[in-house]
T-cell receptor, first 112, second 112 residues
Framework: KQEVTQIPAALSVPEGENLVLNCSFTDSAIYNLQWFRQDPGKGLTSLLLIQSSQREQTSGRLNASLDKSSGRSTLYIAASQPGDSATYLC???????????FGKGITLSVRP | DTAVSQTPKYLVTQMGNDKSIKCEQNLGHDTMYWYKQDSKKFLKIMFSYNNKELIINETVPNRFSPKSPDKAHLNLHINSLELGDSAVYFC???????????FGPGTRLTVL
């Protein structure tokens, strides 16, 4: 059974800092991995999708990496801004026709 | 706007009632999902439909019945509501069941 862990549960950093959010999963035979952002009281916004054959994906100030063999992914946020404050969730899909398994998320607070 | 939309946004009801949540996507996707996010913010899939056919049915009480009248709609009907059904329910869609998923804004259900 796939399990996804995101530690720590919360993180507070000063504005401008570069930061890394970690995600680990127990079953390395994944199909893809997706990072989401959730603002309070809102739905999930897809940030990046990494296929199992890829090592990383970039979108603006965000860079996500994937190391399948070690069961890890990281989301790198460059030059953090207060607007980046949100909960960041990692989710993995283990095979086609299978569900996304979510981590519990990391709540990020970027202080002005 | 192209998006995944859900109605209602908030739903407050008494135990024992029957209620429905509607979901529509105009992204042209062929796969739709229902997720439940509990009070601890943990997100778990409930159902997945591909081209109006049930693909994933997690261990969900049979009081929950999804209905997909067409590819653009996936509604969730809940019978005999219980206190434990209180949660935020998210609809999502994707093109095929392995690509990026896009989420609706959520429906906060409160059962009194």
């Amino acid at each position: 059974k796939q399990e996804v862990t995101q530690i720590p549960a919360a993180l507070s950093v000063p504005e401008g800092e570069n930061l890394v959010l970690n995600c680990s999963f127990t079953d390395s035979a994944i199909y893809n991995l997706q990072w989401f952002r959730q603002d309070p009281g809102k739905g999930l916004t897809s940030l990046l999708l990494i296929q199992s054959s890829q090592r990383e994906q970039t979108s603006g100030r965000l860079n996500a990496s994937l190391d399948k063999s070690s069961g890890r992914s990281t989301l790198y946020i460059a030059a953090s801004q207060p607007g980046d404050s949100a909960t960041y969730l990692c989710a993995v899909r283990t095979g086609a026709n299978s569900k996304l398994t979510f981590g519990k998320g990391i709540t990020l607070s970027v202080r002005p | 706007d192209t998006a995944v939309s859900q109605t209602p946004k908030y739903l407050v009801t008494q135990m024992g009632n029957d209620k429905s949540i509607k979901c529509e996507q105009n992204l042209g996707h062929d796969t739709m999902y229902w997720y439940k996010q509990d009070s601890k913010k943990f997100l778990k899939i409930m159902f997945s439909y591909n081209n109006k056919e049930l693909i994933i049915n997690e261990t969900v009480p049979n009081r929950f019945s999804p209905k997909s009248p067409d590819k653009a709609h996936l509604n969730l009907h809940i019978n005999s509501l219980e206190l434990g059904d209180s949660a935020v329910y998210f609809c999502a869609s994707s093109q095929g069941d392995i690509s990026e998923q896009f989420f609706g804004p959520g429906t906060r259900l409160t059962v009194l």
